[in-house]
């Protein structure tokens, strides 16, 4: 069993670190608001006061933080950054959606330091977290990909290796915009059904049995019917993704479809929505 420090205990995190426990693995915690480790510590977590206390010892430390800022800060701070703490030949894993230049240059970063890396960002929510079913997308050597595997099974259905550095990273924004644009497109569907007096259900039930329909549709119709928008991932976060995935696709007459749907978001976070699950976008077409 491995010594691992879990850095970001968000939604994601804290799950993700609840499964490293139950797999019987040694982990150290940290969180920017400490409160958050708490229920962790109560099932044999050690908490950290900073990043760097937490690799300090460690095998690998693994972070799921919400932005490339947020990964920068944890990472490198010169004082508190988990870098500063980490010895050589311990691996770190990043599993937060990034862009793949900041990927990049942090792989750059951890080797100058002899610290091995694997890029690792997922895909699923707060219930595939729980239950241990999350979906890996990884990037960096294969040396590192086999070391890191059975710790990623732990938390992971799936695990996907796609490339080296910065390929995971283009695999989650691919895997996020593809999902934000049918969400959105969706959205206005059952605004367009919705105000034409059809039974919304019935004929989306109907298109569900062409081919054109796929699993997430399936998914995203339900909570949007429900109007079920308790925060599995925020409309502020999916925003955020689409701002990533057109900074590396490049002009936005590249990508127009990508800003499309991206402005659909932007539009829901000027409305107040920002905090609701991504299917609250719906509200604003019903």
Request: charged letters at 15%.
């Amino acid at each position: 069993m491995a010594t691992i420090a879990v850095l970001g205990l968000g939604a994601m995190g804290s799950r993700m670190a609840a499964n490293l426990i139950k797999a019987g693995h040694s982990i150290t915690v940290w969180n920017r608001s400490p409160s958050a480790a708490q229920g962790l510590v109560e099932q044999g977590a050690r908490p950290a006061e900073t990043p760097k206390d937490a690799a300090l010892g460690s095998d690998i430390v693994l972070a799921m933080v919400r932005d490339n800022g947020a990964s920068r800060q944890v990472w490198l701070d010169p004082d508190t950054g988990a870098l500063a703490g980490m010895h050589e030949g311990a691996l770190a894993i990043e599993s937060s959606t990034l862009t793949p230049d900041w990927v990049r240059e942090l792989g750059s970063r951890l080797a100058q330091r002899s610290v091995a890396f694997l890029e690792a960002p997922v895909v699923g929510s707060t219930p595939q977290a729980e239950g241990g079913q999350l979906m890996y997308l990884v990037g960096g050597d294969p040396n590192s990909f086999t070391r890191a595997e059975s710790v990623l099974k732990a938390m992971g259905s799936s695990i996907s290796h796609v490339g080296p550095v910065g390929s995971g990273a283009l695999a989650k924004l691919a895997t996020n915009a593809l999902l934000g644009i049918q969400l959105t497109a969706l959205a206005e569907l059952i605004g367009m059904l919705t105000h034409a007096g059809a039974d919304v259900a019935h004929i989306l039930e109907a298109v569900a049995k062409t081919p054109a329909w796929s699993p997430a549709a399936g998914r995203v119709t339900s909570l949007m019917l429900a109007g079920n928008v308790e925060p599995q991932f925020p409309i502020e976060l999916i925003e955020k993704d689409f701002g990533y995935a057109l900074g590396t696709a490049g002009p936005e007459a590249f990508a127009p479809t990508l800003a499309g749907a991206r402005h659909v978001f932007r539009v829901a976070i000027e409305r107040g929505l920002g905090k609701d699950n991504m299917t609250g976008v719906v509200k604003l077409f019903t």
